[in-house]
């Protein structure tokens, strides 16, 4: 049987990294708030002929928007973002681009005040933090009949915030380099990834659980580690089939739910990656009251387990 539980901080090694990645990613770029969050309006137009990118932003800009992002989702469509719009200010807007390039088709327009854009972030926020203290109760709940529960759902909750964490650190990645913004799709992306996650960790969880009331071991760790290896791969084949999906959405279906497939497909892999190799540690951590040599571990980030 593969020891997998016995290379615990190797995992948490590689966890530690991601974080740490993560955290930098987010301290030095951040993340750029699309015109749900911060407002602003997004108008989207697509030509009949084919149309520069250079030019047709030159020309967004000569009109006196030189703080409009301006970006190209496909052929001869673009995406204009500027601060709120009149309806005169958009009419004027169409009627110069029409003039210089020729004729269009406006695929979208809409646009969002600061009040709505500040309401709509917080109530994204409160989602979240909602979604995870439902998780940890659920859990807890779920466990209840197991020796100290609480542990259960404060492990997933901790594998959650590191699913969370890690996935919205690597987007940003992606966004510096490819101009992203987020918005109310990244945010469903998140809910989804944590709920994705959740059910993969409570898999195991659940196997776990069932190993220790059949008493395959008087050891806690290998019962732990059998569940592990027993869960592998339906995991791993559940991830891919889910990831292949989400791959076709990004490739198929286009740049309006972008955010979504893209936070989805790395949501994906890092929680396949926790539910197996990060959560179940964590108990193990737990019951073997290791804490204190975790904490000195992953400071010194060892690679022997």
Same mark, same amino acid.
């Given at each position: 049987m593969f020891n997998i539980i016995g290379k615990r901080y190797r995992f948490f090694l590689i966890s530690g990294l991601l974080i740490l990645v993560s955290v930098i990613s987010l301290a030095t770029v951040g993340l750029k708030s699309g015109i749900e969050f911060s407002s602003g309006s997004m108008l989207s137009v697509q030509f009949e002929t084919p149309v520069d990118y250079s030019e047709f932003k030159q020309s967004v800009i000569e009109q006196g928007y030189t703080d409009a992002i301006v970006q190209s989702v496909g052929e001869n469509e673009f995406l204009i973002r500027t601060q709120e719009l009149s309806e005169e200010e958009k009419d004027q807007i169409e009627t110069s681009l029409s003039s210089r390039f020729g004729q269009f088709s406006e695929s979208q327009f809409y646009s969002v005040s600061p009040l709505v854009a500040t309401e709509t972030a917080r109530s994204a926020i409160i989602a979240m933090v909602v979604a995870m203290v439902g998780i940890l109760l659920y859990v807890t709940w779920a466990f209840r009949r197991m020796p100290k529960a609480f542990r259960w759902g404060t492990c997933s909750i901790i594998a959650l915030f590191h699913d969370a964490l890690v996935t919205v650190?690597?987007? &940003?990645? $992606?966004?510096? #380099?490819l101009g992203w913004e987020i918005n109310l799709m990244f945010i469903t992306g998140i809910l989804t990834v944590i709920g994705y996650s959740v059910n993969n960790t409570i898999v195991v969880f659940d196997r776990i659980r069932e190993n220790e009331i059949k008493g395959i071991s008087p050891s806690?760790?290998? #019962?732990?580690? &059998? !569940?592990?290896?027993?869960?592998?791969?339906? !995991?791993?084949?559940? &991830?891919?089939?889910?990831?292949?999906?989400?791959?076709?959405?990004?490739?198929?279906?286009?740049?309006?739910?972008?955010n979504f497939a893209v936070v989805l497909i790395i949501g994906i892999v890092v929680g396949?990656?926790?539910?197996? $190799?990060?959560? +179940?540690?964590?108990?193990?951590?737990?019951?073997?009251?290791?804490?204190?040599?975790? #904490?000195?571990?992953?400071?010194?980030? +060892?690679?022997?387990a």
């Open positions: 650190g690597i987007y &940003s990645i $992606f966004a510096a #380099i806690f760790e290998l #019962i732990v580690n &059998s !569940s592990q290896v027993e869960t592998l791969g339906r !995991s791993m084949n559940t &991830s891919l089939t889910t990831l292949i999906t989400s791959l076709a959405l990004l490739l198929f279906v286009g740049a309006t739910i972008q396949m990656f926790d539910s197996l $190799f990060v959560a +179940p540690a964590l108990l193990v951590v737990w019951d073997k009251g290791e804490w204190g040599r975790f #904490i000195g571990r992953t400071k010194t980030f +060892p690679v022997k």
